[in-house]
């Protein structure tokens, strides 16, 4: 427990260190010319400190990144256009609502291509090919569709996230739904089982594992399926048009405390399937 | 014991499609078990005998030949349930406790859950483990595990048993033990029992007849009725009627291996 705790927060003290150093060379230039405009000469730990506290810095600093969260977070009604919290909730519903469909459409096509060889055979070639076109291509023809039939708002950024998700279900559920050996399969045979019986009592429960790990992916597809539809044109909210609005603006804090927010999201989500796996391996005295 | 038929094969032929060519799993088999009957299926590696079982279970089909069980088919003795099949590992679910998975047929063939409370019960009572229902099968030793198999092939009370090497992975000690249970089960079921072995003496043992086979093609070499006592102790092993078979089995297998 410990010992494991040891190389995680010397690594995480790493990359903060590499961080800080960034902002310093990546920032100074801007210093430096303002001080020349100024006719002032910076000593290094002046320097330092205007790297270290610019408005709109081209890399901000981990501490200024933490404070416009903990402010956009704690200090702005949840109602506020400002708030963080509102607009990851924006970003949160279309993800799940995405994901929910792509689970859905995911479980129930694998569950005709593994029944159904002609499914098999003639659907199977269409979703990896519909996984080959760049999503940032398919976003806004997505969105323009499907606003001039007047779906606007979360139903768009859903239809993404499930474009996105479905597919990690679709491999990994044909997998596990064809992981029982022709061994097994005989020994149903011998009780003269139906496939509907051999489905629930064999290739379902056998499929559990395979389902976790893609539910797991799923989710984070979902979440940037949302994010890239809040980035076209015309979303206002969401983490995604947050990150936009920002790179308008300038507004690098703004972008980076959205990202952060962005994966605070998905380690979360990840995390909570990754809870509900413990309970029902253990229930299901499945080894992790 | 009456001398009703329960399995009949005759000229059998069974020729698998392969890559390398085809294999002649089974060649002019002909067979006859009455009802009662513990037969073992005793031969070298690759000379059918899983084959053969599978035939009967209706999980390989004859390319020609014609086999009945219980007078009829073998798709239509699988779809009344007319046998048990015992395979080689246990196939026990690890999802579920020993008592829900010698339910597991039962719950497949649709039988109340009242009864099916009763049948685990006594399954279980016949191979002793009366105290593991609520148990999961990583809690069970490999022999265990083999008879919580044969429990659920007994559960839902066909007469016939088909075992293919159920014993196989096991040790010589828990392999004696279970050899005197499942006579003892034999006795007291009265099932015709096809048994699967690569064990001379585990076969002179267990069967009122033995039926040994031969590869290339696979071939029925010689079928020894048995005259050993129904009452068989673990004794047994060391009379001269015992041993006698036992040589009888042997010349049958060596001459099955003259051309080597
Ligand atoms: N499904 C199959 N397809 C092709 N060949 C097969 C198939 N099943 C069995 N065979 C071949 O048929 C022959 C008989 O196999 P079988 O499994 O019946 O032998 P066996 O007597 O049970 O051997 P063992 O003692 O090793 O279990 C072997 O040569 C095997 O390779
Ligand atoms: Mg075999």
Known sequence: MNKSLIPIVTISMFIVLIWYAFSIVLNSSWALDKAERNNQKLSFSELVHDTWSQKKPKLPTPHQVGYEMWKTTFDKKITSKRSLVYHGWITLSATLAGFMLGTLLGVLLALAIVHDKATDLSVMPWIITSQTIPILALAPMIIVVSSSIGFTGLMPKAIISMYLSFFPIVVGMVKGLRSPDLLEIDQMKTWSASQFQILIKLRLPKSIPFLFTSLKLGMAASLVGAIVGELPSGAIAGLGARMLSGSYYGQTIQIWSALFAAAILAASLVGLISLIQAFVFKRMMIAQ | ?260
């Open chain 2, 1 to 260: 014991m009456t001398n009703e038929t329960v399995i009949s094969a005759k000229s059998l032929d069974l020729t698998f499609q392969t890559n390398d060519g085809p294999v002649h799993a089974l060649k002019d088999v002909n067979l006859n078990v009455t009802k009662g009957d513990f037969v073992s299926f005793i031969g070298p590696s690759g000379c059918g005998k899983t084959t053969f079982l599978r035939v009967m279970a209706d999980l390989d089909q004859p390319t020609d030949g014609t086999i009945t069980i219980n007078g009829v088919s073998p798709k239509a003795a699988r779809e009344s349930r007319a046998y048990g099949y015992v395979f080689q590992s246990a196939g026990l679910y690890p999802w579920r406790t020993i008592g829900k998975n010698i339910r597991l047929p039962l719950e497949i063939m649709g039988i109340s859950k009242s009864e099916q409370k009763e049948r685990v019960e006594k399954v279980l009572k016949l191979v002793e483990l009366e105290d593991f229902e609520k148990k999961f099968p990583w809690q069970l030793s490999g022999g265990m595990q083999q008879r919580v198999s044969i429990a659920r092939a007994l559960a839902f009370d066909a007469d016939i048993l088909l075992m293919d090497e159920p014993f196989g992975a096991l040790d010589e000690i828990v392999r004696d033990y279970l050899n005197e249970q499942l006579l003892k089960l034999w006795h007291s079921t009265k099932k015709t029992i096809c048994f699967v072995t690569h064990s001379i003496p585990e076969a002179v043992y267990l069967s009122t007849k033995i039926v040994v086979m031969s590869p290339r093609p696979g071939r029925i070499i010689d079928i020894i009725e048995s005259d050993l006592p129904d009452k068989r102790p673990l004794e047994i092993r060391d009379t001269k009627e015992f041993i006698d078979i036992a040589q009888r089995v042997r010349e049958g297998l060596r001459a099955g291996h003259s051309y080597e």
